[in-house]
């Protein structure tokens, strides 16, 4: 049985503008092929990194020629001859020995590119199947924020290689047009657009959706700043009032964002939060809790020790006063016994008086205890933290015993440590004072993640040799029950 074929478009370069679709069949395949120049980098390969998995086998297409002269007897077009009848080859193998291959095609593979090639001749003998991407076109008219063509008009897409007096005709009827393959024959293009009248109208779009993108009036770009990745447009006639998007600026004024990751994965990431993840140039946060993020080539990533979190504030403002987007990234809710105070302390700092700060809330821990439980915290409760590291132990016994008192449940944070051993049995003790031996317990540990376990038991039964940092610990009231599934609550209503 033979493997199947597919040309996957990984968009402009943004990772997040990959569709649904082919990040799962780029996660999916037994093999991933993609073309590079000599100098073995792949934008391709770079759009589609967060979405590969280890074990995968990957296919690196390096074309023997580009833009330099060849001493192939054929010349250039018999050099990529042979290079497409070798990588033909070469993918054929896998194809025949049943494995599922994936083309990766920088904007749309059957656009202006290179995997049509390898299609016309691997389609007639393998299944195949072309997943479309979001071109370059697209992606450029997006950053300009003017529409390409609307009502009747037309679009005309030429390449930058055609002679300049075919282009300046074309653009000269045209609507609205497009001029790819740019870089050397920028010279040639703008000339083009002189003659034809045309040169106040267009727009210059560089690297469109990725972190390097660049707008500007075509008339007023440097010929010696030109790459290959960008695109001349001359936008729909009918609306005039679009202006285009301005440049990233290296002096942009940026901003700190405190978000709140919840208690475990993705699905109980907010979509605020995910937006601001998305949106951020800096990811700033504690090792384990930035490992939850997937990874975006074009962010940075700075990552620190647990016990630093004043410096870790200080950093993520001292990112953004130079200009970035940072996102710092905290478990749970970030204004519970999180980074949003320390954060909030910092920018308090003269020399960040200037840097906007803004909180994001997640879910937190004591919630996403409580609903695997049942609904024990139904009524008043307190939540409290069992580490004297930031505060003396004192005040930690003085606060458990009012609210023993007050019969409130509670939600333990941080109960115990490998440092800190004698916490939870002390606290344990203080409430027995107050609190029947039968009272309800809940201890939660990694709930969310791969090693997630929920205890039901009683403060007089509590092991607490058996918590750990990954749990939280509830503890209920005088009204807390246990039904006969084991389903922990507090009711509503207080006698």
């Known amino acids: 049985m033979t493997g199947r074929l597919y040309g996957v478009g990984v968009g402009p370069g943004d990772p997040e503008l990959v569709t649904v679709k082919a990040a799962r069949l780029i996660r999916a395949a037994d093999v991933v092929a993609y073309h590079s120049a000599r100098h073995g980098r792949s934008i391709a390969r770079t759009v589609a990194a967060p979405y590969l998995r280890d074990g995968q086998v990957e296919e690196q297409l390096v074309y023997p020629v580009t833009t330099e002269t060849t001493d192939h007897p ?53 299944p195949a199947e072309v997943v479309p991407g979001v071109t370059s076109l697209s992606a450029a008219s997006a950053a300009a924020g003017r529409p390409l063509v609307e009502r009747e008009e037309t679009l005309t897409v030429l390449p930058g290689t055609l002679p300049g007096d075919e282009l300046a005709e074309r653009l000269r009827s045209a609507d609205a047009a497009a001029v790819l393959k740019l870089g050397r024959t920028f010279p040639k293009v703008r000339q083009a657009f002189e ?86 140039t800096d990811l700033v946060g504690y090792g384990p809790y930035l490992d939850r993020v997937p990874p975006n080539p074009r962010q940075r990533r700075h990552s620190t020790g647990n016990r630093v979190e004043a410096d870790r504030a200080r950093q993520a403002l001292a990112l953004a006063r130079d200009g970035a987007r940072v996102a710092v990234v905290s478990s749970g809710d970030p204004g519970v016994f999180a980074m949003a105070t320390a954060v909030l302390e910092a920018a308090a700092e003269e020399e960040f008086a200037d840097v906007p700060v803004r909180i994001v809330p997640g879910l937190t821990a004591a919630q996403a205890v ?126």
């Not at 054929?74 to 025949?96: P, S, V, W």
């Not at 139904?378 to 132990?393: A, E, N, Q, R």
């Open 370 to 495: 409580a609903a695997r439980a049942g609904a024990p915290l139904g009524h008043d409760f307190c939540v409290l933290s069992l580490s004297d590291l930031l505060k003396p132990w004192e005040v930690i016994a003085r606060r458990l015993t009012a609210a023993a008192g007050a019969d409130l449940v509670l939600a333990l944070y941080n109960p115990s440590s490998s440092r800190r051993r004698d916490q939870l049995p002390a606290a344990r003790d203080l409430l027995l004072e107050h609190r029947s031996p039968e009272t309800p317990v809940v201890i939660g540990r990694d709930v969310g993640g791969p090693e997630e376990s929920v205890t039901v038991t009683t403060l007089g039964k509590l092991e607490t040799d058996q918590v750990d940092m990954r749990c939280l610990v509830i503890v209920g009231s005088s009204t807390t029950r246990v039904t006969d599934r084991g389903v922990v609550y507090t009711p509503r209503r207080y006698p």
């Open 195 to 280: 003659d034809a009248g045309r040169l106040g109208d267009a727009w210059y779009v560089e690297r469109a959706a990725t972190d390097r993108q660049r707008v500007e009036p075509l008339a007023g770009v440097d010929p010696a700043d030109v790459p290959y990745m960008s695109l001349a447009l001359l936008t729909s006639p009918a609306e005039k009032s679009f202006t285009a998007a301005p440049p990233a600026r290296p002096d942009a004024p940026g901003g700190v964002t405190v978000v709140g990751l919840g208690p475990a994965g993705r699905p109980w990431l907010t979509p605020e939060a995910q937006d601001v993840l998305s949106s951020a």
């Open 74 to 126: 054929g010349g250039y077009k018999g050099a990529l001859e042979e290079f497409y009848t070798d990588c033909t080859a070469r993918l054929a193998a896998h194809l025949d020995a049943g494995r599922t291959v994936v083309v990766l095609s920088e904007g749309d593979p059957l656009f202006y590119g290179s995997y049509m090639h390898l299609h016309k001749r691997l389609a007639p003998h393998y």
